[in-house]
């Protein structure tokens, strides 16, 4: 099995509005494609791992509806999936208190992402309905890049 992934998971940052001068460590997100192909059967996820630091408690990310991806101000709820079993992750998890998941992720919603100008991802925590995440304005350039290298 091959394994397509970015050298680097992108990196989300906690919104402004989820952050408060009583916090004392910031919760970090990070998101990557990645495309398993045994032998001609290609199948698309997207690997979401959660560092959460002592501002939220948040709930299982493999929850349904734990975890929405919105574009542009349009929303997603993901589905986890299993990931094919390999000796090697395509990511490595940044904190090892966090969160790993792997998700559901067609060829066209990784291309909307590629193609929009905002990528955010929610994830439901237990004192509010959702904390939000936002990627770098370089993120929709990464995926867009990692499309074309995978033939997309």
Excluded at 81 to 103: C, E, K, M
Excluded at 106 to 112: C, G
């Amino acid at each position: 099995m091959t394994v397509g992934a970015l050298r680097e998971p992108i990196e989300l940052i906690q919104g402004a509005e989820n952050v408060s001068a009583s916090r004392q460590r910031l919760s970090f997100a990070y998101l990557g494609p990645v495309e398993w192909d045994n032998m001609g059967d290609v199948r698309n996820g997207l690997w979401v791992h959660l560092a959460p630091g002592t501002d939220w408690r948040f709930v299982d990310i493999r929850m349904p509806g734990a975890v929405t991806l919105i574009l542009d101000g349009g929303s997603t709820a993901l589905s986890a999936i299993d990931a094919p079993p390999l000796a090697h992750a395509p990511y490595r998890p940044v904190a090892s208190w966090g969160q790993t998941a792997y998700f559901d992720l067609s060829v066209q919603t990784l291309k909307r992402m590629a193609s929009s100008q905002i990528i955010e991802l929610d994830f439901k925590a237990y004192s509010v309905p959702a904390v939000r995440f936002t990627a770098g304005r370089a993120a929709p350039e990464t995926l867009m890049r990692y499309l074309h290298a995978r033939g997309y």
